[in-house]
């Protein structure tokens, strides 16, 4: 039997691409309350289709799908000693793995992608589970 919704009309709807991703997580993270903004520092927010071998092997992980995002760069406790050549902190979301799990959850794309940035930059700055469990609360 044929039938027409009234909902959104999906036919010419694509996954975000790779740009649409890193303008998603930037809008993410410009929301974050400005004192979990400071924690950073000067931070850089990329997005990859998928970890690369070197980060599959050394996180040990058994598919690319296992890694929402990365954390690279210098915690609070590491950042009173600068190393020559270092760059500014990174964040690399996995646009593939975050649309599968956003797939598989119930989920906005947004509240998925801004956990994942709380909670990748709050590991490394010491905070607590329920210290990012507040941060994602007062995010919008």
Do not use: K
Not at 129 to 140: G, H, K, S, T
């Amino acid at each position: 039997m044929a039938r027409i919704y009234q909902t959104r009309s999906w036919h010419d709807q694509l996954s975000p691409s790779v740009d649409e991703m890193e303008l998603l997580a930037l809008e993410a993270y410009a929301h974050l309350p400005e004192d979990f903004r400071a924690l950073t520092g000067e931070i850089v927010i990329q997005i990859a289709e998928f970890p690369d071998e070197e980060i599959m092997d050394d996180l040990s992980l058994e598919t690319p799908f296992d890694l929402l995002g990365l954390f690279e760069g210098r915690g609070i406790a590491e950042r009173w000693n600068p190393a020559t050549g270092e760059g500014p902190n990174r964040v690399t979301l996995y646009r593939r793995a975050i649309l599968d799990y956003w797939a598989e959850n119930e989920e906005t794309l947004g509240d998925i992608v801004t956990h994942v940035l709380i909670h990748e930059i709050g590991h490394h700055f010491g905070l607590s589970d329920e210290d990012m469990a507040r941060i994602e609360e007062a995010a919008p």
